[in-house]
């Protein structure tokens, strides 16, 4: 199956909300840019419904290049990680229901 | 940062889109991609990330308040991958503090 892209969410707010082609393609832009500078400012980001991003530190930990096996630590690091919401997680267990139905 | 302060952050910074519009965008937009993730179908966001759905195999659980065994059934549960311009951004905000 193909995957929803940005193109396609414009698309939406073009033929739901009747924005035109440069302020649906605005808007998209905004939304995701918008996230990813609150989680670049070490700040979460909760969207009721939907879920939450958080940021984790993790420390340095001991890791091997895979082909060589030489040791390299793996150096600190933030990351992003997604908690689906509840209304979101009941969605898509809902999908699993359908597929095991078949 | 919470959904209203995204939607008024985005309004500050989208002067053709009345507020009410741009509320209506961000909801429209969530609801889109939870539509998306609830019939199978992957997000894919260039420098963000991607959603896609992890299956979780069925298997024995437990009541915890009476301890009884209850058998759960497989499921899929959403899965977030965040994209190289973000996991960069973010994993910059540590260094830029030290």
């Known amino acids: 199956m193909t995957a929803l892209t940005k193109a396609e969410l414009a698309e939406k707010l073009f033929e739901d909300l009747g924005l035109n082609k440069r302020e649906a393609k605005d808007m998209v832009d905004l939304f995701f840019d918008e996230i990813r500078d609150s989680l670049s400012r070490n700040e979460q980001v909760k969207l009721s419904g939907f879920g939450n991003f958080d940021l984790r530190d993790k420390r340095q930990r001991p890791g091997r290049n895979p082909k060589t096996g030489e040791e390299i630590p793996i150096s600190a690091r933030r990351v992003v990680t997604f908690k689906p919401g509840q209304k979101l997680k009941v969605r898509v267990e809902a999908y699993a229901g359908s597929q095991s139905q078949h | ?23 209506l965008a961000v909801k429209t937009l969530l609801d889109a991609m939870s539509q998306s993730l609830s019939s199978g179908e992957r997000i894919e966001i ?20 009476t301890g009884e065994a209850v058998d759960l059934d497989g499921k899929f549960v959403p899965h977030f991958k965040p994209g190289k311009e973000l996991r960069d951004q973010v994993n910059d905000s540590l260094h830029d503090k030290h």
């Open chain 2, 1 to 23: 940062m919470t959904k209203s302060e995204l939607i008024e952050k985005i309004i500050s910074r989208q002067p053709q889109l009345s507020p009410k519009d741009v509320e």
């Open chain 2, 46 to 65: 260039r420098g963000f990330g991607s959603f896609s759905l992890h299956y979780r195999a069925p298997r024995l659980g437990r009541n915890p308040k």
